[in-house]
C-alpha cells in the first residue's frame, strides 16, 4: 500500500483527540481510554467514522497506552483497537484512493523497552504505520530504536513541542529519531504556556531533517487557538496535520476546509 509518509503534493489532515473525547462521552475512559475499544469497540468505531467524515485523511486507532501494559494485555488492546478501525473503515466508507490510512499511536512505555520481540508486534501489519508519541526525553529514544528495529510498517516519532528556556530542541530530537530509523517525525500536544512551540518546532525539524515526513497534532486548548497553530504547522512546512488533546471531529471538519487548498 502506498506510504502515509511518501511524499505528497497537499498538506494532508490527520484525525484529532480519542482519549479525550472517549473521556468526554464516558468518565470512566478519562485516564485509560484504551479500555474502550475492548468493552465499547461500536462507540470507538463511531468517533473514528466521525472523524473519516469530517475529512481525516488518516486515523489512529485507540491503544495509545498499550506500551504502558503488560504483553499479553498490549496484544489484547492492540487487536481490538485494529478490530474497531476495520469496523469503521469498511471498504464502502473510503472514499479516498488511498485512505485512511491506519495509524497506530503509541506512548513510549514507562521504563526500558523489550531486549527482543514480542507477541504485539504481530498486530502491526494490521496498521499502515506506527508513530511513537509525546516524547519528552532523549531517553525514550529507547522505544524509537527498538520499534524501529522490530516493526514490520513504518516508525514515526513526535516530541511534546516546547520552546521554554532549557527544553528539548526539536532539531536534535529530529535528527536523533532519523538515525535510529524513524521514517517521520513531528509534534504532539503542548503546553498551554508555551504558544507557538508547534509551529516553530515544525520549521526546525524540516530544516534538520529536510527528507522527512513531518506530523503536527498540536494541543486543543481552545479551538481558534489551536486552529490557528494548526495552520501555521502546515505554513512551517508539516506534510501532516491534525489535533491532539481538546479537538474533536467538527475541529478536524474546520481544519480541512481550510487546508483543502493548500498544495507544495
Excluded at 503534493?9 to 479500555?35: K, M, N, W, Y
Excluded at 463511531?46 to 498499550?66: P, S
Aim: charged content about 20%; proline content about 8%; glycine content about 8%.
Amino acid at each position: 500500500m502506498y506510504s502515509p509518509f511518501e511524499a505528497a503534493e497537499q498538506v494532508r489532515v490527520l484525525d484529532g483527540a480519542i482519549g479525550t473525547c472517549l473521556g468526554e462521552l464516558d468518565e470512566g475512559f478519562a485516564s485509560a481510554p484504551h479500555q474502550a475499544s475492548l468493552t465499547e469497540p461500536d462507540r470507538v468505531a463511531g468517533l473514528h467514522q466521525a472523524y473519516a467524515r469530517a475529512g481525516a485523511d488518516a486515523v489512529q486507532a485507540n491503544a495509545w497506552l498499550a506500551l504502558h501494559l503488560k504483553e499479553a494485555e498490549a496484544e489484547r488492546v492492540m487487536r481490538a483497537a485494529a478490530d474497531c478501525l476495520d469496523r469503521a473503515l469498511a471498504p464502502s466508507s473510503q472514499p479516498q484512493q488511498h485512505g485512511p490510512y491506519r495509524l497506530l499511536s503509541l506512548a513510549p512505555g514507562p521504563g526500558a523497552p523489550p531486549t527482543g520481540r514480542v507477541a504485539f508486534l504481530d498486530q502491526l501489519p494490521r496498521f499502515d504505520a506506527v508513530v511513537l508519541e509525546t516524547l519528552i526525553d532523549p531517553w525514550q529514544m529507547a522505544w524509537l530504536a527498538w520499534l524501529a528495529e522490530w516493526s514490520p510498517i513504518p516508525v514515526a516519532a513526535s516530541l511534546v513541542p516546547d520552546n521554554r528556556p532549557g527544553t528539548w530542541s526539536p532539531g536534535d530530537f529530529a535528527r536523533r529519531a532519523q538515525h535510529l530509523g524513524a521514517k517521520a517525525v513531528g509534534i504532539n500536544c503542548g503546553y498551554e504556556d508555551a504558544p507557538g512551540a508547534a509551529a516553530q518546532a515544525v520549521s526546525e525539524m524540516r530544516l534538520a531533517v529536510p527528507r522527512l515526513s513531518v506530523l503536527a497534532r498540536p494541543a486543543a486548548f481552545d479551538s481558534e487557538i489551536w486552529l490557528r497553530e494548526a495552520v501555521a504547522c502546515a505554513r512551517a512546512g508539516a506534510h501532516w496535520v491534525g489535533g491532539c488533546c481538546g479537538s474533536g471531529p467538527e475541529d478536524i471538519a474546520r481544519l480541512k476546509a481550510v487546508l483543502e487548498p493548500s498544495s507544495r
